[in-house]
C-alpha cells in the first residue's frame, strides 16, 4: 500500500504545492522529471545533450519546470564531502574520514559538524541533492564499501545517518539515505542476490534505515543494486511498497542507484526515479524510464495514478527542502571545515592495544622509526564514487585498476596530509628517520638502531571490490614482523576500512586503528602518538580473530566473473557483528565497542528500570589523571530466558580526571522487540532482560534484570 498523499488528511504545504504543481504539469513535464543522467565523466565521457550548457556537471542531473517553479535536481556524491572526480577538473571539496571513523567517533554532534559542512560545500557548488548517507551494516569483514557506512549496529548507524543527514537537509540541500537494502558485498553487485529471513531484516538492516529515515525524514531513498529475496531493490514492492511506503508511510521518493534500473516496471513496483540513464544503457541496454516507460503509459500498463504519485512524491522533498527557494550561496570556511576533518579523524582513531609505550615521549634523544605507508607522501582513502579530491589535489594518484565500471577508479588516493611531517613537527627535537616499507630486512635495519618503531600499514579498499581475505597486501605483514623483531618497540598504525588479520598481534606494543582518516588524517594520528590528543574512538564493527569465526568463512562469490549471477545467503541474518560473536560465544581480536584511552573510567549505580521499555541511569567517572572521553554502551544480554545481544544505547562523555557524570539511556523498544512478519507488528515478550552496562560487547562491567510488559507495536 502507498501512502496517498491526498488522503492524508494533514497535508503539509509541501504537500498540498507538490500536489497542485503536479496538476498542472504536461504529461511530458510528468516524465521529465522522473529520470536522472549523469554528468560527462570517465564512464559516460560525452557530456549529454539534455544538460545544458552552464549546468556543472555532477553525478545526475535532473531538468526542472521553470513555469512552475520547479527546480532542476544537480545531484552530488556522498556522505565523505562532495566528490568531484571526474565530473569537475581541479574542483576540490573538504575530504572527511571514512564512515567507519564516524562511527568510531559514536559522537551525533560530529555527524552533524560533518553534515552541515557537506551540506555547505555542496550548496555553495549549486547542487541541491546529496547522495549521502550511507547507511548499509557492516555484515561481511570483507565487503569494500564498509569504509563508506557507519558500523555493523543498526542503532549507532542510523543515530548517526539521521544527524548528518538533518544537518545536510538544514543547509535546504535535499539528502538521501542509501543504499536500500543489503547493498552488504560488491561481488558482482548488479547480479548479486541477497537472501535474508524477513523478520530478522526488519531488526538489523531495515531497522536502521526505518530509525534514520524517522528521524531525519530524507528526501530521497536510493535502493542498492542488489537484489533482496529474488527480487532487485529497485523493483521490490515488498521493500518499496510495504514496508518504506507503508509501514513506515515515507513520503519523499525512491530512486534507483546509478546503473540498477534493468526495467520500467520497476515504477510498478514502486521506484519512482531511474538514476544515471547513461549507466543503464551501459548495463541493460536501455533507459527504462524513458521510451519504455511512456510506452507503458500510452498502453495503459502504467496508471495515471502511479505516474502522478512518482511526480508528487519528488516535487514534495523539493518544496520540503525549499531547494526551490535559494537565494544566496553560503559562505564556506574552509578551514573551518578542515577542523570538522580534523576533529573527526581524532575522535575517530581507535587505540587497539597499549603496552605502555603510548603516548611518544618527547624525548629529546628519541630515535624514531617511521615505516611504510607512503607516511612521507599523506593518508589513504576509499576509492569509488564517495572519494573526494582535497583542497590543492591529492598528493599522489597510484593506478591499482580492477575489472568492471569501478576499476578506473580505484586507485590508491594519498591526501596530502603526511604522518611524518606531522610527527617531525610535533616531536621537534627527536630524530625521525623513515624507511618505505619495501623491504623486511631494509625495514629492520633501521628498527634496530631506532628507540621505538612505528610501522604504517595501508590497504585499498573501494566500491566495486570486496577484499578477498583479511590479510594486508604488499607484504605488509612479513615488514611488521621483521620490525618486531628487530625493536621491542613496534607501533603499527593501521589504515584500513575493513578489520585485519594481526599475525603480529602478539609482537608489537602498540596498534591503532586509524581507518581513511581524511585529509587532516596525518595530523590527527601524529596528536594520538604523542599524546597531544587523548584517543576516544571505540571501534563500531567487530575485529574477527579469524574468518572461520565469521557467518561465511568462505565468501563464495569471490572471483565470480564480471556478469555471474550470484547468491549470498546472509543467514546470520538480525544476528549481525558483536551480536553473531555472542550467539556463537566466539571471542574475536577485538570486539565492538572496544578503544583505549590514555586514562581509565569506572562506571558506578547501575540502576535498571522495565516497563513498556528499559532505562538506565549509572555513573561515569574519570579516574586517571587526563582529561579523556568515554563512550558506556548499554547492552541488552537476554531476552526472557534467551540469550539475546543488542546495543541499547550508548553516549559519549568528555570528562576531566576525577570528574564524573550521571547517564540516562532509554532504550528504543524495537531494540527489546522481535519483529513478528506474521502480525506485522513489533513483539515485547513479558518476562526478565539482562542488561549489562559495558566498556565493549566483551567487557561488561555490570549485569542487572528488568521486568518487561508484554506489548505489541508498530507496523
Ligand atoms: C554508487 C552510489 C552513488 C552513485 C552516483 C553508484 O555507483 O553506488 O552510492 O551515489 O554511484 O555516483
Not at 509501514?247 to 546509478?258: I, T
Not at 629529546?364 to 569509488?384: C, D, E, K, L, Y
Not at 579516574?623 to 553516549?651: I, N, S
Request: aromatic fraction near 8%; proline fraction near 7%; hydrophobic fraction near 40%.
Amino acid at each position: 500500500m502507498t501512502a496517498d498523499v491526498q488522503d492524508t488528511g494533514g497535508e503539509t504545504p509541501a504537500d498540498v504545492r507538490a500536489r497542485e504543481t503536479e496538476e498542472q504539469m504536461s504529461d511530458e513535464e510528468r516524465f521529465s522529471l522522473l529520470v536522472s543522467v549523469m554528468g560527462a565523466n570517465p564512464v559516460t565521457p560525452v557530456r549529454d545533450k539534455r544538460i545544458p550548457q552552464g549546468v556543472p556537471m555532477s553525478a545526475g542531473y535532473v531538468p526542472g519546470v521553470p513555469r512552475l517553479g520547479v527546480p532542476a535536481l544537480l545531484m552530488s556524491d556522498a556522505s565523505l564531502g562532495v566528490t568531484n572526480p571526474g565530473y569537475r577538473e581541479g574542483d576540490t571539496a573538504t575530504a572527511l574520514p571514512a564512515g567507519l571513523a564516524l562511527g568510531a567517533s559514536f559522537n551525533p554532534e560530529l555527524a552533524r559538524a560533518a553534515g552541515g559542512m557537506v551540506g555547505r560545500e555542496a550548496r555553495s557548488r549549486g547542487f541541491n541533492l546529496q547522495l549521502a548517507g550511507g547507511i548499509n551494516l557492516a555484515r561481511d569483514p570483507r565487503n569494500g564499501r564498509n569504509f563508506e557506512y557507519l558500523s555493523e549496529d543498526p542503532l549507532l548507524s542510523a543515530v548517526l545517518a539521521a544527524e548528518s543527514i538533518n544537518a545536510i537537509q538544514a543547509e535546504g540541500v535535499i539528502s538521501t539515505i542509501k543504499h536500500y537494502s543489503l547493498n552488504c558485498n560488491e561481488t558482482n553487485r548488479h547480479w548479486l542476490d541477497a537472501i535474508i529471513d524477513p523478520a530478522a531484516h526488519r531488526e538489523s538492516d531495515l531497522l536502521a534505515f526505518e530509525i534514520a529515515i524517522e528521524r531525519s525524514q530524507p528526501g530521497a531513498v536510493m535502493t542498492g543494486y542488489n537484489k533482496i529475496n529474488g527480487a532487485y531493490a529497485g523493483g521490490n514492492s515488498v521493500l518499496i511498497e510495504d514496508v518504506l511506503k507503508g509501514a513506515w508511510g515515507y513520503q519523499g521518493w525512491v530512486m534507483s542507484d546509478w546503473g540498477a534500473t534493468p526495467s520500467w516496471e520497476f515504477a510498478l513496483k514502486g521506484l519512482d526515479q531511474e538514476s544515471g540513464a547513461q549507466v543503464d544503457v551501459a548495463m541493460w541496454k536501455a533507459e527504462p524510464f524513458v521510451q519504455p516507460l511512456k510506452a507503458a503509459y500510452a498502453e495503459g500498463k502504467l496508471p495515471k495514478e502511479r505516474l502522478s504519485e512518482m511526480v508528487r512524491r519528488i516535487l514534495r522533498s523539493m518544496f520540503a527542502s525549499g531547494i526551490d527557494s535559494w537565494e544566496q550561496v553560503p559562505e564556506v570556511a574552509m578551514a573551518r571545515h578542515n577542523e570538522i576533518a580534523l576533529e573527526t579523524a581524532r575522535q575517530g582513531i581507535v587505540l587497539l592495544k597499549n603496552d605502555g609505550v603510548l603516548p611518544l615521549t618527547a624525548d629529546a634523544n628519541a630515535r624514531i622509526a617511521v615505516i611504510g605507508g607512503h607516511a612521507h607522501v599523506g593518508v589513504p582513502t576509499g576509492t569509488g564514487s564517495s572519494a573526494v579530491t582535497p583542497p590543492g589535489g591529492y598528493a599522489a594518484v597510484i593506478k591499482i585498476g580492477g575489472r568492471g565500471f569501478m576499476g578506473a577508479g580505484r586507485n590508491l588516493y594519498l591526501l596530502p596530509s603526511p604522518p611524518l611531517a606531522e610527527l617531525k613537527k610535533l616531536l621537534a627535537s627527536a630524530q625521525i628517520e623513515f624507511d618505505p616499507g619495501m623491504h623486511p630486512a631494509e625495514s629492520a635495519m633501521m628498527a634496530r638502531r631506532c628507540d621505538v618503531a612505528i610501522v604504517f600499514a595501508i590497504r585499498v579498499e573501494g566500491e566495486g571490490f570486496d577484499n578477498p581475505d583479511l590479510c594486508l597486501p604488499w607484504g605488509q605483514d612479513a615488514v611488521i614482523e621483521a620490525v618486531a623483531a628487530a625493536n621491542p618497540n613496534t607501533i603499527v598504525v593501521l589504515q584500513t576500512g575493513n578489520p585485519v588479520a594481526m599475525p603480529w598481534r602478539d609482537s608489537v606494543k602498540a596498534i591503532v586503528e586509524a581507518w581513511y582518516p581524511g585529509q587532516a588524517g596525518g595530523l590527527a594520528i601524529a596528536e594520538v602518538l604523542v599524546g597531544n590528543v587523548n584517543p576516544s574512538g571505540r571501534l563500531p564493527i567487530t575485529f574477527p580473530a579469524d574468518l572461520a569465526q565469521t557467518p561465511r568463512p568462505e565468501l563464495e562469490i569471490l572471483g565470480t566473473p564480471w556478469g555471474t549471477p550470484v547468491t549470498i545467503r546472509y543467514n546470520e541474518g538480525a544476528e549481525v557483528g558483536y551480536r553473531w560473536f555472542a550467539k556463537q560465544n566466539e571471542q574475536p581480536l577485538y570486539a565492538f565497542g572496544h578503544g583505549l584511552s590514555y586514562t581509565s573510567f569506572e562506571y558506578s549505580d547501575l540502576e535498571v528500570e522495565g516497563g513498556d521499555t528499559i532505562t538506565a541511569t549509572f555513573t561515569v567517572t574519570n579516574t586517571g589523571d587526563r582529561e579523556g572521553a568515554d563512550v558506556p554502551q548499554l547492552y541488552l544480554t537476554a531476552a526472557v530466558g534467551e540469550p539475546r545481544m543488542r546495543l541499547l544505547g550508548f553516549e559519549r562523555v568528555a570528562l576531566q580526571p576525577g570528574q564524573s557524570r550521571s547517564m540516562t539511556v532509554t532504550a528504543d523498544p524495537r531494540l527489546l522487540a522481535r519483529y513478528d512478519a506474521g502480525a506485522g507488528q513489533w513483539h515485547v515478550s513479558e518476562g526478565a532482560y539482562g542488561i549489562a552496562l559495558g566498556k565493549a560487547a566483551d567487557n561488561l562491567a555490570f549485569t542487572a534484570e528488568a521486568v518487561l510488559t508484554e506489548r505489541r507495536f508498530g507496523s
